[in-house]
């Protein structure tokens, strides 16, 4: 069964330090997001790609975060500096264009020390 | 503004011990609601998505249904594996979705 590939699955580092995200979507899914969810809270959507264009980046904090999908397919999301307060799971999930079914990876949950 | 609300947050059956999960929300221009489950350190699992109020969906001892303000997610005759997060969210035209906190199932044997 395909699935939404993420890495890594854990990521401990130090506040002030950058961070990186790597998703790779099912094969075929136009859509991607990057969503993050705190301990004991729903998901939260911080940017949607459409192909390579950002659909909607208006939740992500772009002062310190970025997300690129330069070829369509694979994506990466960036942390640069790492606060406290960034600790938290970061998921990738994709969908087909004009599909209604959204799919999730296994996340990566990120650490900040 | 989109707001999903679920309750309980937390929920503590007997195995066999049938029940019900709630998820009310706000939201206009409803292109469709999700229920998901999530295991402890995992990602969403999709479950079911509804479309229209009076719609039902079942998946084993899963039964989702959907009125023009809520959803709920029946559990029969529950076993230790379903417990779990459950999660539901809404979907509306831009392809996103607003999820709620979470059910926090525990289903003891």
């Known amino acids: 069964e395909a699935e939404v590939a993420q890495s890594p699955r854990y990521k401990i580092t130090e506040k002030s330090q950058a961070v990186a995200f790597w998703c790779d979507p099912i094969?075929?899914?136009?859509?991607l997001y990057w969503y993050r969810q705190i301990l004991g809270q729903g998901p939260e959507l911080l940017v949607q790609?459409?192909?390579?264009?950002?659909?909607?980046d208006s939740q992500l904090p772009k002062d310190r975060f970025s997300a690129e999908r330069l070829k369509g397919v694979d994506s990466t999301l960036k942390i640069q500096p790492a606060e406290l307060g960034d600790s938290a799971m970061y998921l990738c999930?994709?969908?087909?264009?004009?599909?209604?079914?959204?799919?999730f990876g296994e996340g990566s949950w990120l650490t900040v020390v | 503004e989109d707001q999903v609300t679920q309750s309980p947050e937390a929920l503590r059956l007997q195995e066999g011990e049938s029940s019900s999960l709630n998820c009310s929300y706000t939201?206009?221009?409803?292109?469709?609601l999700f229920w998901y489950r999530q295991d402890p350190g995992k990602g969403p699992e999709f479950l079911f998505t509804?479309?229209?109020a009076g719609e039902e969906k079942e998946k084993e001892r899963l039964k989702a249904t959907l009125t023009k303000k809520e959803s709920f997610l029946h559990i029969t005759a529950p076993k230790p594996e379903d417990s779990a997060t459950y999660l539901c969210a809404v979907y509306r035209s831009a392809r996103q979705l607003t999820f709620g906190s979470g059910t926090q199932l525990t289903v003891l044997p």
């Open positions: 790609f459409q192909d390579e264009s950002v659909v909607d």
């Open positions: 094969s075929g899914h136009a859509t």
């Open positions: 939201v206009s221009g409803l292109r469709g």
């Open positions: 509804l479309y229209s």
């Open positions: 999930a994709s969908s087909l264009t004009g599909g209604n079914t959204i799919y």
